[in-house]
């Protein structure tokens, strides 16, 4: 069995870090998509930067799973719960606005968006399909940006007892049911064609 955990040892500053983590990435790289859609020609420059920054993102992202699950550890007496309060979003509009942005970009310098994907690796009767990176970095964006919009209020209100609920269905959540596998082929994609072009 697991020994008790005392709410000195595991209080919520290790989780607030990764949330705060995430919220600082999260930003940074949603800044750099709008610049470079904005008409910046140097897409090659800003592709190997995403690369990077999905990638820390991501390890943010299973860093703060972990450190959510340390915190669930503490008797539930010394972890003050409360609902988060629920932000307006419209993730078919914010969906919408990230496509109005990306999609003119890309169609500029005749990339090519379309990449054959497997569902399952491990599936020898599994066929390849069609797919288009836009729809998943859209989704990318999509949900990095309705999560920050939740990360910003805590960031702004910090109250320690809306941290669980926050965590987990607003970030956690999200990220896991629609962001990381669209995350995990934009990613996928990025490395098959920075690869492609440094052959060229």
């Not at 799973?65 to 669930?72: A, I, K, S, Y």
Request: aromatic share 8%; proline share 6%; glycine share 4%.
């Amino acid at each position: 069995m697991l020994a008790p955990v005392s709410p000195q040892e595991h209080a919520p500053t290790d989780l607030i870090r990764a949330l705060e983590a995430i919220r600082r990435t999260q930003t940074r790289w949603l800044a750099d998509v709008e610049r470079l859609c904005q008409g910046d020609p140097r897409f090659q420059d800003a592709f190997r930067s995403w690369q990077e920054q999905l990638t820390l993102l991501k390890l943010h992202i299973h860093r703060a799973e972990q450190r959510l699950l340390h915190f669930l550890l503490v008797p539930e007496e010394h972890r003050p719960w409360t609902e988060f309060p629920g932000l307006e979003t419209n993730s078919q509009a914010g969906w919408q606005r990230w496509m109005r942005m990306v999609g003119p970009y890309f169609r500029s310098l005749h990339i090519d968006t379309s990449y054959r994907r497997l569902g399952c690796i491990l599936d020898p009767l599994e066929e390849a399909v069609t797919a288009d990176v836009l729809t998943d970095l859209v989704a990318v964006c999509e949900v990095a940006d309705s999560t920050n919009r939740a990360l910003e209020h805590f960031h702004k209100e910090g109250h320690s007892e809306l941290l669980e609920d926050l965590a987990f269905y607003h970030v956690l959540s999200p990220w896991k049911q629609h962001g990381l596998p669209a995350l995990g082929d934009l990613s996928r994609w990025l490395t098959a064609f920075l690869a492609e072009h440094e052959e060229l």
